[in-house]
């Protein structure tokens, strides 16, 4: 792997607890380039910088581009600890399918994950909730107008030190149902991790917050009826002590902390279904006081607890606004196992 050394490092943050989420980055980023004579060629490691590109590239015009999002630790004991990168390189090439991207060699990505976070392993903060975000992305690079597939791309893997994806940490969160813009339909990108699929997602965004909201709970498009995600997360309902998730059905994104969340779940003997799950019954079940717990999986947020929804002109506390057993246990399981404070049964961490 060429290396490019950089001759000036950046001042490393001091304070973690100021951390916030994707403010800073390290000093070096994984780059690759494709054109259609060499394929994905040039794997190099160089200092992070500004890329230069003619206004009339593809990604400025037609959004053909796509990204991940997964993280590394670094615990008492110094040991490095990434969290399922395979999964996300092998998500990130189906989402590369589905947007006409070539796909890439896994083995040559991983390869310059692992150079670059042994490079730049004095980055990792360890203080409690805190992590190093890694963010490959791949983006059309063709300077040329009209709509088709580029002929260009390239690929890059950038880091940063983050703490906690919201400002409250693991407070509960407030979630507004929204009922009248959607965020994919089956057939859809939303299976994909494109980046055209958030800024479809932003109004809803800006509409919940300015009603005092956290995140929208989408519903499906054809019916408006299902829940499907909420902005950066996959959702879970218990609704008398059965975890209900909704079903992937082609416009929800297959989230690697939902999948891992479940896993723990049929691990541990508790009751979890994958269905399809209708805001009615879930307002029912909260209406009747069923609605035992409610809480939200991703990369950034890793667990985060829901205390309030409102549907409409409805609107129910969950839990009384208090992180529940289930979604404790849940963050506790997955975090020791990140970290390294639990036994990884599952053999999900790669060690650097």
Not at 141 to 156: D, Q
Not at 302 to 324: A, C, H, R, T, W
Request: glycine letters at 8%.
């Amino acid at each position: 792997m060429k290396i490019i050394k950089t001759e000036k490092l950046k001042a490393k943050p001091t304070d973690t607890s100021k951390l916030g989420f994707g403010k800073f980055f390290t000093d070096y980023m994984f780059t690759m380039k494709y054109d259609e004579k060499n394929g994905w060629h040039d794997a190099q490691i160089e200092p992070y910088k500004n890329f230069e590109f003619e206004p009339s590239t593809a990604i400025f015009h037609y959004a053909q581009g796509i990204f991940e999002g997964l993280k590394a630790f670094k615990n008492e004991k110094g040991e490095i600890r990434i969290f399922r990168p395979m999964e996300n390189f092998l998500r990130l090439n189906r989402s590369a399918e589905r947007v006409c991207i070539p796909t890439f060699d896994v083995d040559v990505a991983m390869d310059g994950l692992k150079e670059l976070i042994n490079l730049e392993k004095d980055w990792i903060p360890t203080a409690k909730g805190t992590a190093l975000y890694i963010r490959p992305t791949i983006i059309a690079t063709e300077g040329a107008l009209g709509v088709h597939a580029s002929h260009n791309y390239i690929f890059y893997i950038i880091l940063s030190p983050v703490g906690s994806y919201y400002a409250n940490g693991l407070e509960p969160t407030k979630i507004f149902v929204e009922d009248f813009y959607v965020r994919s339909a089956v057939g859809g990108t939303g299976e994909a991790k494109c980046m055209g699929n958030y800024a479809a997602s932003l109004i809803a965004g800006e509409k919940a917050k300015k009603l005092g909201f956290d995140q929208v709970l989408w519903l499906d498009a054809k019916e408006k009826k299902y829940a499907e995600e909420v902005g950066s997360m996959n959702m879970f309902f218990v609704i008398n002590n059965e975890v209900i998730t909704p079903m992937l059905t082609g416009s929800i994104l297959p989230g690697i902390t939902r999948k891992s969340i479940i896993e723990i779940l049929k691990k541990n003997g508790y009751k979890i279904t994958e269905r399809r799950i209708s805001i009615n019954e879930i307002m029912k079940a909260a209406k009747r006081g069923k609605l035992n717990e409610a809480f939200g999986t991703g990369t950034a947020a890793v667990v985060s607890p829901v205390g309030l929804i409102q549907y409409k002109d409805e609107k129910f506390k969950i839990n009384d606004e208090k992180m529940g057993a289930i979604t404790s246990f849940l963050y506790d399981t997955l975090t020791g196992i990140q970290t390294g404070e639990k036994q990884d049964d599952f053999n999900w961490v790669t060690k650097l």
